[in-house]
Nanobody, 122 residues
Framework: QVQLVESGGGLVLAGGSLRLSCAAS????????MGWLRQAPGKEREFVAA????????YYADSVKGRFTISRDNAKNTVYLQLNTLKPEDTAVYYCAASRYFSGTSSDYNYWGQGTQVTVSS
């Protein structure tokens, strides 16, 4: 098992930036594909970004491509999500998740953090 704790969320103006972090503990972090997913009020949880376990492949939802960047530091057991050029529609709870796969599918993720709120005001 792996335990995940997100941080870095907050309130930001449209066009601003945030950096989310996800600290992992427990099982071998470097063996997991990692992802970020989000859930806005009244909407289903949606995939945002994924990174392979060695960090050599990334995958993004079309809605965030070119604005968000996922990265990981296996020595620090941490995965990051850099959010740039934020829009009000990016407002959501952002979750870090771990999978045995490199995946853009929410159901492939077995372990989840508690989430961190990102609010973008116009």
């Amino acid at each position: 098992q792996v335990q995940l704790v997100e941080s870095g969320g907050g309130l930001v103006l449209a066009g601003g930036s945030l950096r989310l972090s996800c600290a992992a503990s427990g099982s071998t972090f470097s063996s997991y594909g990692m992802g970020w997913l989000r859930q806005a009020p009244g909407k289903e949880r949606e995939f945002v970004a994924a990174i392979s376990w060695p960090g050599d492949r990334t995958y993004y939802a079309d809605s965030v491509k070119g604005r968000f960047t996922i990265s990981r530091d296996n020595a620090k057991n941490t995965v990051y999500l850099q959010l740039n050029t934020l829009k009000p529609e990016d407002t959501a709870v952002y979750y870090c998740a771990a999978s045995r796969y490199f995946s853009g599918t929410s159901s492939d993720y077995n372990y989840w953090g508690q989430g961190t709120q990102v609010t973008v005001s116009s």
